[in-house]
C-alpha cells in the first residue's frame, strides 16, 4: 500500500470511497440518501480543485495495487494557536483492520508537525463508536460535545485532540470582556477556519460548560453573524467561515 497526496483524478474513487465508508459508518442513523448528497456536494471536482490548490490543505490518499482505498484531509488554521483540523478520514469497509487509517493518520499527523501546529483536532458522531474509539486508542483526548443538525435531526459529535507543541493549559484559555461588559472565555485550541483568520469558540465560564458563541481572530470582535449552516461573517473585518461540512444534508 502506497501513501500520496491526492490528484483531482482520485475525486471519482475519493467519493466512492467516502460514500461507502460513511453508509458503514453511519447507515444505522443517517439515511443513505442524505450520506450520498453530502457527498456529491463535497467532492465534486470544483471541491477537489479547490482543495489541492489549497497550500493549508493536507489531502493524502491511500492506495492499495492501483485503488483508492483511504483518504484523510486537514487544514491548518493559524492564529493564537496553530490547530490542524481533520476534516475527514475514511477508509473502505473491506479494509478496515488492516491499519490503513493508522497509517494515514500518523502520515497526516507528521505533515501539521513540520508545519508548526499546536495540536490536531478529529470530529466524530457518537454514532460512530469505532471512530471514536480509534481516534482514543491513538492518543487523542476527548473534550467537547455538541449538536449538529443532519437531515432534520439533531445528533451528537464528539471533539477529540492530540496536543503537539508545547501549549499549557493557561495559555489555551483566556479571559476576556466583550463590548457589552460580559465576561467570556476564549478557547485558542478551538478554532475553526475563516477566510482571513481563525474564529475561536467562547465560553460563559473557565470551564467551558457554557457556550457564548465565536470571536473573530481578525479583529477580536465578538460581533458576528452565523446562520443555521454555521456560515460565520465577522460583521466588522468580513472575515468569514464556510458552512459546515454537513451544509449539504440540508438539501
Avoid at 450520498?36 to 471541491?47: G, I, L, R, S
Avoid at 495495487?65 to 484531509?73: H, R, S
Avoid at 481578525?218 to 468569514?240: K, P, V
Wanted: charged share 30%.
Amino acid at each position: 500500500m502506497d501513501l500520496r497526496d491526492a490528484t483531482t483524478d482520485d475525486a471519482a474513487q475519493i467519493r466512492s470511497v467516502a460514500d461507502r465508508s460513511m453508509v458503514a459508518s453511519y447507515g444505522h442513523a443517517i439515511e443513505e440518501a442524505t450520506i450520498e448528497d453530502a457527498v456529491e456536494e463535497w467532492y465534486d471536482a470544483e471541491t477537489m480543485n479547490d482543495a489541492a490548490e489549497d497550500e493549508e490543505a493536507v489531502f493524502v490518499v491511500a492506495v492499495d495495487d492501483g485503488e483508492v482505498v483511504g483518504f484523510v484531509q486537514a487544514y491548518v488554521s493559524t492564529g493564537r494557536v496553530v490547530v490542524g483540523e481533520i476534516d475527514w478520514l475514511h477508509v473502505l469497509p473491506e479494509h478496515r483492520g488492516e491499519g490503513v487509517g493508522t497509517q494515514l493518520l500518523k502520515r497526516v499527523e507528521q505533515v501539521l508537525s513540520d508545519r508548526g501546529v499546536d495540536l490536531i483536532e478529529g470530529r466524530v458522531l457518537t454514532d460512530n463508536e469505532a471512530g471514536a474509539n480509534f481516534y482514543a486508542e491513538q492518543g487523542y483526548e476527548r473534550v467537547s460535545e455538541r449538536a449538529v443538525g443532519i437531515g432534520g435531526e439533531e445528533f451528537e459529535e464528539v471533539e477529540y485532540v492530540k496536543r503537539l507543541g508545547d501549549t499549557g493549559e493557561a495559555a489555551l484559555t483566556e479571559e476576556r470582556t466583550t463590548e457589552d461588559g460580559t465576561t467570556v472565555y476564549v478557547a485558542y485550541d478551538d478554532a475553526v477556519r475563516g477566510s482571513r483568520a481563525p474564529f475561536y469558540a467562547v465560553y460563559m465560564d473557565a470551564e467551558r460548560s457554557e457556550r457564548y458563541g465565536w470571536m473573530c481572530g481578525q479583529d477580536e470582535s465578538f460581533d458576528l453573524a452565523m446562520d443555521t449552516m454555521e456560515r460565520i461573517e465577522c460583521n466588522s473585518c468580513r472575515n468569514r467561515r464556510k458552512a459546515a461540512r454537513w451544509d449539504a444534508a440540508y438539501l
